[in-house]
């Protein structure tokens, strides 16, 4: 392999990363807070695809209109999500609002395949950000640059938000306990619907961009990204928003290296991210930057 | 300020409390003393909204007037201007003791005032201070009680409500968050104190209640109390 495509996937691989991490910080937020795996998160992602599809093509809003909103209707149907399936449950056992996240997630799957039809929709690219730029040999899409600098800005938001805000701080309290944190005056299900908001509009951010880098969108497009996503944020140690961008940019770099330097495997570069799930379960299963969260009782 | 009428708390099969009445004045320090499992932490934790399905009437006569406090819920207590500093502390161990503080203060918006109360705390815990930045969990139990109740005080309530501040401190520590409670009593805050540590509690309570199994048994002055034959014997080691 020559350095000029070893530079090209590297970006490749920043770009996928990236992706992955901000689903997968959904996916720990909420863990974090309810103990809860919202299934129905890679779902958010496939709306916030269509959303801009529909924003952009349908209302032919500029690009940058369309994703503001694409992220705020994906981020208030994840509050509603909440506040429909998961929050009558709250104190119901943990396995219940399982089994309503996996009914959700197939109610809002199978509502696209009628609403949007299971036609896979093509997405137009703005021409800038697939134009490739030639640097010496290498060619780079403008896209492998932009996509890895608007996560790592909308990471470092939320991070201002969990750790130097009020809401943040409540948000962070509640993941240990919920009973005293009321005590002190914090309105859980408001800190609640707000960690859904902060995580579905990530996975809408993540959706729009998946769809700028891979410009076919279908009701199904979240399952995969969404399970990778939820991998990533296990190895990176659940609970952790850190961990899950980290988490997710090592699964991006394991599935498009192993391809680029194994290409005869390539048909299983869906199967790497499973044989990494059972090795973290197996080896490590509080992730990489993890804390052991003890059973809450 | 605080009146109890005829408290039920029931979990599941278990009767904790059957029938207590109590009142807490304005302005004064109410204990509430028993044995582990008299029902002591059960009729606090009513008061403060964690139970559901309790009987009886609770009247907090505060900032709103006179109103009731039976099922509300927990967060709304702060507003109102009670405070409870939980049995076994429950400090947030990930948070530092300043975050610990300023979740404490949660229900309030004047930003400036809550630096000050902060300041507060600390000119009461100069401990606290020196540890400011440093994670809850890696807290002394002392320091951690310290935290507890400042934690408490900076909703700035009328009434604060302390479950077992003495629970597995040493003597000395012991004396030191009590002369701070009788300190901010002074200052004009309503105590109610539970505790199983009835001759601390006794010294520096102006009314005290004794449970036994969920029942009231005995009330009186805390200096009453303290010469009360019946309850050397059985609290204060003859």
Known sequence: ?297 | MLEITDLHVRYGGIHAVKGVTLSIPKGSIVTLIGANGAGKSSAIRAVAGLVKGIEGEIIFNGRDGRTSLKGLPPESMVRKGIALSPEGRRILPHLTVIENLRLGAYSRNDAERIEDDIEYVYSLFPRLKERSWQKGGTLSGGEQQMLAVGRALMSRPDLIMLDEPSLGLAPLLVREIFEIILQINAEGKTVLLVEQNAFAALKIAHYAYILEVGRIVLQGSGQELLTNPKVKAAYLGG
């Open chain 1, 1 to 297: 392999m020559t350095s000029a495509m070893f530079i090209q996937h590297f970006f490749n691989a920043l770009t996928l990363g990236s992706l992955y991490g901000l689903i997968a910080i959904g996916y720990t937020m909420v863990y974090g807070i309810l103990r809860l795996i919202n299934f129905a998160h890679g779902d958010i992602f496939m709306m916030g695809a269509y959303f801009i599809f529909f924003g952009t093509v349908s209302f032919f809003l500029p690009w940058g209109v369309a994703a503001v909103l694409a992220i705020a209707a994906a981020s208030l149907c994840g509050v509603i999500i909440d506040r429909i399936a998961y929050q009558p449950l709250r104190n119901a056992p943990r396995i219940s609002a399982l089994i309503s996240a996996i009914g959700v997630s197939f109610l809002i799957e199978n509502l696209a395949l009628v609403i949007f039809t299971g036609l896979p929709r093509p997405v137009v690219q703005p021409e800038w950000l697939v134009k490739p730029l030639a640097f010496g040999n290498v060619r780079i899409l403008p896209l492998g640059l932009v996509v890895p600098a608007i996560s790592f800005i909308l990471v470092a938001a939320l991070l201002w938000v969990v750790y130097r805000t009020k809401p943040g701080l409540a948000m962070r309290a509640i993941s240990k306990d919920i009973e005293t944190t009321r005590l002190l005056g914090v309105k859980v299900n408001k800190i609640i619907a707000f960690t859904f908001a902060l995580g579905s509009a990530l996975a809408a951010a993540s959706g729009i961009m998946w769809a700028l880098r891979y410009p076919q969108i279908h009701p199904f497009m979240g399952v995969l990204p969404g399970f990778k996503a939820f991998i990533a944020a296990v190895f990176g140690g659940i609970g952790s928003i850190q961990g899950a961008m980290v988490g997710g940019l090592i699964l991006g770099f394991i599935e498009i290296m192993l391809v680029a330097f194994f290409p005869e495997f390539s048909g299983y570069r869906d199967a790497y991210a499973f044989i990494l799930l059972i090795a973290i379960l197996l080896v490590k299963p509080t992730g990489l930057l993890g804390e052991k969260l003890e059973e809450k009782i």
